[in-house]
């Protein structure tokens, strides 16, 4: 049997004022990581359905840290291909999990049956890192409302769980609602991250976390 040689998770939170510049050294960090000169970055859109304006966003992000080839792994729509997007993954020496809505990026991961593939990518030791919505799907877990205008129809749902914590993202304006709301369903002794605009959390595979940039608040349950 492979042993499990996971590298860690690092979540980024981005935010509609950060600057593709901001996570330049940590992303050349990441990128040292895999120790090629020049790696391949697959990059899953799903979370956004892959619109190619968040693509062109992301282009300057992921250049800032330093020389990179990125790839999207086409997963939703009629352009989504579970084959193609298999092939990416396989390909790359890291993984970009991109913002959108967490949800909806699930879904497709599901839908074309691509979280073993992930999993088993994560397992072999390449680096996943994500931003936004993509931050929060590497994460244990998720909350949503059956009805958006009644409390009590507040759920939990499964996301990859490559990162052995829960978080939420560039919330900070509305207090951390969604991820309060997701540690009361967890119960006493839950605990959250969120991740400020602009900052970042490095996870490990025992579940230690760091702090890796910005600011970073810590909720109880």
Known sequence: ???????PVFLLAGGRETK???YGKLLARIYRLTGKPRPRIAYL????????????????????????????????GRKGSAERARRVVDAADLVFVGGGDVERG????????LVGCLAKKHAGGAPFFGASAGSIMLCREWVRWRDPDDDATAERFACLGFADVVCDTHCEEDDWEELKALLELQGKGAVGFGIRSGAAIQVSPDGVVEVVAGR???LPG
């Open 1 to 7: 049997m492979t042993a499990n040689r996971a590298a």
């Open 20 to 22: 593709p510049g901001t």
């Open 45 to 76: 859109g799903a979370a956004n359905d892959d619109d190619p304006r968040f693509l062109e966003f992301m282009g300057p992000l992921l250049d800032s840290g330093g020389p990179c080839d990125f790839e999207l792994a086409p997963l939703a």
């Open 106 to 113: 699930m879904h497709w991961l599901h839908e074309r049956d």
């Open 216 to 218: 970073v608040d810590r």
